[in-house]
């Protein structure tokens, strides 16, 4: 009998996304989600080593440890592709001077907001900011988060940067969401208000160079292209260079005022587009053709009083591939995906099953993970979530606690509440 770590069994609906990205419209079918009946999981290690129905696994493998799912929803881990949980400090003040009316940008342009979190980072030991990260890490992958893109984008001079890189150290390990580094340009420091050019050399000449040489290196460039931060022609620059360098693109795009960075996409490798409340439709075909995905961020609009919101309909309907992240930052205080996930069925008008791919494959897609990562297929990471209801039907519906039962991440139980009611 061949043996295996770990078996799921009875597993009443599984959501495989096996075929890998999905743009939303074809969505429409759930056959293009890979949607099995009464299947079964086995796990070696790290791996799904097999995927099929139910008794046919059961009976196959020896196995470690048996989780019977009791006929429950079962799908990826989730993929958060967009936090800056690296942080120290708070800003809850600000949050009351936003309800009385003043502009997330009124308070950076007055030294708050990103310029406040600055300095509360800067003089954090490394040691804090690693502790801060880890317990927000466990957070996350409790509510059934197995995957988390991380940006830098608070220290802005090299040696803070390359100090947020090295928090980072030790925290992708077992029974933790796999951690994907960034490297943010993120505003330009005060330290270099009156000298913009000599930043952006700063950052091409030093701050690239040095990330790569911390212990943990980035897979990915981001820039804060929008109003008060940089432009599209800086950001060029910036992305330029660190693709050169070997890095990855993604960007803040659109998100405050339409400025001209998604115009990027055009002619950049740019793997993802986030925020976009701004877009302007005719950017859409180009991120088609490229593959280049629709980051949303609806937590983050509620936490900017955003009024607007990104073109949906025209995405979904020209075939963009649309993911969805928390964003999670010292202005926008959500860790969870989960509630992300179903916040963005009321906020965006995604379909449930729309919203999982978004939170899953999609945003797998969205950092080139998906070989591993947002989808249940054999050789695929087992990263897996048993959910408390029957069907992907009831993502958005309800909502607002946690409803993740089991977290696998990595072949490691992070939790396990179905021992006694199954
Ligand atoms: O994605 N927009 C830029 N950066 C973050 C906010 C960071 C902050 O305010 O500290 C964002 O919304
Ligand atoms: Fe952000």
Known sequence: MPRADLVIYNIGQLVTFREGPVPARLLKDPGAAGIMENAGIAVRGERIIEVGSSTEILSKY????????????????????????????????????????????????????????????????????????????????????????????????????????????????????????????????????????????????????????????????????????????????????????????????????????????????????????????????????????????PTSMLSVFSEKKPPVRELREKGAIIAVSTDYNPNSMNPILQSTMDISTYLLGLAPLEALAAATVNASWSLRLDDCHGRIAEGACADIVVWEHPSYKWIGYEWGHDKTLTVIARGVIVKDELGGIS
């Open 62 to 297: 020896e196995a470690k440890e048996r989780i019977n799912a009791g006929g429950r929803l079962v799908t990826p881990g989730l993929v958060d592709s967009h936090t800056h949980l690296l942080f120290a400090g708070s800003r809850e003040d600000e949050f009351e001077l936003k309800l009385q009316g003043y502009s997330y940008q009124e308070i950076l342009a007055r030294g708050g907001g990103i310029y406040r979190t600055v300095k509360a980072t800067r003089s954090a030991s490394v040691e804090e900011l690693r502790r801060l990260a880890l317990e927000r890490l466990l957070l996350m992958a409790r509510h059934g988060t197995t995957v988390v893109e991380v940006k830098t984008g608070y220290g802005l001079l090299p040696e803070y940067e390359v100090k947020m890189l090295e928090a980072l150290r030790g925290l992708d390990s077992p029974g933790l969401p796999r951690i994907i580094p960034t490297l943010l340009a993120h505003v330009i420091p005060e330290e270099y208000m009156e000298r913009r050019g000599d930043y952006i050399e700063l950052f091409i000449k030093e701050i690239i160079p040095r990330s790569l040489k911390a212990s943990v290196k980035p897979r990915y460039i981001d820039v804060f292209c929008d109003k008060g931060a940089f432009t599209p022609e800086e950001t060029r620059r910036i992305i330029e260079a660190g693709i050169r360098a070997g890095l990855r693109a993604r960007l803040h795009a659109e998100e405050l005022a339409y400025i001209g960075c998604s115009d990027l996409v055009r002619d950049l490798d740019i793997d993802s587009l986030d925020h976009l409340e701004h877009l302007p439709p005719g950017n859409i075909p180009p991120m088609v053709e490229k593959r280049t995905v629709a980051n949303l961020l």
